[in-house]
């Protein structure tokens, strides 16, 4: 068995494999100086791989929200990617959109005479824009290229991620003995810390230097040749320089404008322990050494005649230069976070095989829950690394070319809703802070949006953005502009961190003003149709066109109602609780009587407008009309069997005629098991697993937006969401256990996830009509705890809380105590 890393082939022996294979030990935590040891164990909670990266989609991904790094994992020939989350490359002022309102009674004059296309070349016209324009896109800031000298054939190689530490690690051996390189970016020192080691003192040599990312060919020559042309064309001023002990990158920016970055400078403080460094050039030379300290620092200025080199190289320099101390540092941090989760599903003995393994034993007919488990602690790790001021954007904080797709921007209809999916459930409410944080620093352009397009107060989101939150989404065949769903939406993940965490504050100085300003454009948006019930126009349901249109200009989309309806509900429920609004309750309340109802189409599925002159495309890789069952269940349709049946037809329809054909988007996956598990639907939604869990997913276990291409976070944060929604589901004064749970898994545990009513399930065990739950709740409250089935005995094994009939047979009211644990077992019929 070899393994291929560019030119290089590796022996593997048989040795090394299954000393990689035999240890599941947390190994990070023990690092201290000295002799690399090996071969490299498998991290508790990681993995280990077998394979280099060709590409950077393959690489090691770690970060701290704010600094990314993409490590390649090739032993000699080493490139590092650095990024910074608001390394958003300036393409020239933002383009703000023009005071068209006065003609949008144009505009639904044309759909009202179902003349859609002309509708949408129309709004296209008037907003003066050449084409489609996409925001300032995401781009790498740098490579740390490393090279290091080989003495006989390389083997035993191994690279791994432990993700309680955030460590990507490259391991391999000569006949001198092993080397092993170790990355981490740390979140308490704001910098990324590289250790090199070799097998005994002085073994170590290498040459560093920064240099410009330029893309490997094996990505493929039109992008190669698009990244080095925008890179030449928009990149300038490049300068490289190497001390001693210091190397430097900096660089402006050919369309920088008011506002925007106007260079990016990058320093790297090089320690040889036991050695000797020289500078060659632009690279610094170490000979000789016990082992290299690398510490990284990456500052965007907005002031281009304000360098400040020299005082990251002074910050740097004050950072102590002990790999170990700073990794505890770090842990304390990220470790704590991202341990506070778990599931067992019954992984067993397979944890330990190595991710190519992993990925080979995976079928759609058996589907391997050790993969299921690990795919699960990755996307999380993912999410917590690529989460710091900002949420993630498409790649999360990690970039490869100056031409990422859709330029990597925040994809505000399905990507990002699907990246953040699991922030609250999965027990990190922090993480949704930077979200709203970024939503609310847009409002002024979002405020411009409904002016000017619209004529309305409020906001409008746009479908994307970076650096504004301008509406420039247009083009005669895409009809972004038209979207109103975005900023309902928005507010939904506003009133969440509210239902979770109970935090008033944030309630009343956040999540309610921005509510309000979302309802403030509804109310003007909004016209009664010959019905008496409201119009939506125009609208679009993201990127679908109805089959029988072939426009994405439409009205009355379903998703448009859905998150209309819900964020006047909990506008009502908000302003309630804080004994504000009191003459808007009424008006919101007489708004809700005059939502369009949900319609049925003719194949017995829930359509995706709301009329009967618009026909659905089920066809098509999103599934907007799904939004009311994205995250819980609303009344309207909890009520309505017949309802439920038809949303659900949707999502049989969708995975038997698109998914098993194609498996474009992994994040309509998602979009359908959410939905399977509002609905209850356990094999549906594991149907949904099974795409997510063998298609989306590379041996570096960074997730995917295409069948195992483009890298892509959407289900980094998606997938975990839908797994936690089939164990665990909740609404304020209710908790159900196991609503969606599979056949696939009679028995499991889940620790860690959080539910509305500021309640956190420390853990759930299920087995053969039994269920272990321990759960501690913020207050004292008393809620309703449903099991799947009709419950025989339930009994309190700890704590003070007292049990009583609830509307159910397979429901409790449960009392609880504030902040003391309570566990019950719980026996079913």
């Known amino acids: ?197 070799g097998p005994k003192p002085g073994s170590v040599n290498c040459r560093l230097a920064l240099t410009p990312r330029r893309p490997s060919a094996k990505l493929g020559r039109k992008q190669v040749e698009r990244s080095n042309e925008r890179f030449e064309r928009l990149i300038k001023d490049v300068k490289t320089t190497a001390g001693e002990s210091t190397l430097t990158f900096s660089n402006g920016f050919a369309k920088a404008y008011p506002g925007s970055i106007q260079s990016l400078e990058g320093v790297a403080r090089v320690v040889a322990t036991g050695g000797k460094t020289s500078a060659e050039g632009s690279a610094l030379v170490v000979t000789g050494a016990d082992e290299v300290l690398v510490l990284v620092d990456i500052r965007l200025l907005r002031e281009a005649d304000r360098p400040g080199l020299a005082a990251t190289a002074e910050a740097l320099a004050k950072i102590p230069a002990d790999y170990k101390q700073l990794l505890a540092r770090h842990k304390r941090i990220h470790g704590e976070m991202f341990s506070r989760m778990r599931l067992d599903i019954g992984g067993g003995a397979d944890r330990k095989l190595t991710t190519e393994q992993l990925l080979e034993k995976s079928t759609n007919e058996d589907l391997c829950e050790a993969l299921i488990e690990k795919e699960f602690d990755a996307g999380r790790y993912n999410i917590i690394s690529c989460t710091g001021e900002l949420p993630p954007v498409l790649q999360g904080v990690w970039a490869g070319t100056y031409v990422p797709s859709w330029a990597s921007d925040f994809t505000h209809n399905g990507n990002v809703p699907s990246a953040i999916a699991s922030m609250m459930m999965g027990n990190t409410p922090e993480l949704m802070l930077a979200y709203t944080s970024y939503i609310e620093s847009i409002v002024p352009g979002l405020k411009v949006n409904a002016r000017n397009i619209f004529g309305a107060r409020g906001v409008v989101l746009p479908s994307r953005s970076t650096t504004h939150g301008y509406n420039n989404a247009l083009a005669p065949g895409f009809a972004g502009g038209f979207w109103v769903g975005g900023a309902p939406w928005a507010a939904h993940f506003f009133y969440d961190y509210y239902l979770y965490t109970g935090d008033r504050k944030f309630l009343a100085d956040h999540a309610l003003p921005f509510m309000e300003q979302v309802g403030l454009f509804f109310e003007d948006y909004l016209y009664e149709g010959p019905d008496g019930k409201y119009v939506f126009s125009p609208t679009t349901s993201p990127e679908n066109s109805p089959a029988n249109t072939r426009s994405q200009g439409t009205f009355n989309a379903t998703m448009d109602g859905a998150a209309a309806r819900e964020l006047l509900g909990n506008l009502i429920a908000a302003s309630g609780e804080l004994g504000v609004n009191k003459d808007k309750i009424p008006v919101w309340r007489e708004m809700l009587t005059k939502m369009p109802a949900y319609m049925v189409s003719e194949e017995g599925a829930a359509k995706e407008w709301l009329t009967d002159k618009l026909d659905d495309n089920l066809g098509h890789r999103h599934s907007s009309q799904l939004y009311p069952l994205y995250d819980g269940m609303s009344e309207d349709i909890a009520r309505d069997p017949k309802l439920q049946a038809a949303f659900r037809r949707i999502i049989e329809i969708k995975l038997e005629k698109h998914w098993k054909r194609s498996g474009f988007m992994s994040f309509g996956v998602v979009q359908l098991g959410q939905a399977s598990g509002s609905l209850g639907e356990g094999e549906l939604a594991y149907q949904c697993l099974v795409n997510l869990v063998n298609r989306y997913w590379l041996s570096n276990l960074a997730s995917m937006h295409n069948h195992r291409s483009l890298f892509n976070m959407d289900i980094s944060g998606g997938m975990p969401a839908v797994i936690i929604k089939m164990l665990v589901a909740s609404e304020a004064g209710r908790i159900q256990l196991l609503p969606a749970l599979p056949k696939a898994w009679p028995s499991g545990t889940i620790e860690g996830a959080s539910c509305r009513g500021q309640i956190e399930i420390k853990s759930l065990k299920w087995d053969a009509g039994r269920i272990q739950v321990a759960l501690v709740s913020a207050k004292a409250q008393t809620v309703v705890l449903e099991a799947p089935s009709a419950i025989k005995k339930i009994s309190v094994t700890e704590g003070d809380a007292s049990i009583d009939k609830a509307d159910k047979d397979s429901a409790r009211k449960v009392s609880l105590p504030a902040g003391k644990p309570v566990a019950l077992d719980i026996v079913l019929k």
């Open 1 to 197: 068995m070899t393994t291929h890393a560019g030119s290089l082939t590796f022996p593997l022996t048989l040795q090394a494999i299954s000393c990689a294979i035999a240890l599941a030990c947390l190994f990070a935590s023990a690092v201290t100086a000295g002799a690399a040891t090996g071969p490299l164990p498998v991290p508790e909670r990681g993995f280990v791989s077998s394979e280099p990266a060709e590409t950077w989609e393959q690489g090691l991904i770690s970060g701290n929200g704010t600094i990314g790094a993409n490590v390649f994992a090739q032993p000699l020939d080493e490139t590092i990617i650095f990024t910074h989350e608001r390394l958003f490359l300036p393409m020239g002022k933002p383009v703000v959109p023009p005071d068209t309102a006065s003609r949008l009674g144009e505009v639904r004059k044309l759909i009202d005479q179902g003349k859609y296309r002309e509708a949408t070349q129309l709004a296209f016209d008037l907003s003066g824009q050449k084409g489609f324009m996409y925001p300032d896109p995401f781009v790498p800031a740098f490579d740390l290229h490393l090279k290091m000298p080989a003495e006989g054939k390389v083997s035993d190689y191994m690279r791994s991620v432990d993700f309680q530490t955030g460590e990507a690690t490259v391991y391999w051996a000569d006949s001198r003995g092993a080397f092993e390189r170790r990355l981490f970016v740390s979140r308490a020192d704001n910098v990324a810390v590289l250790l090199i080691r």
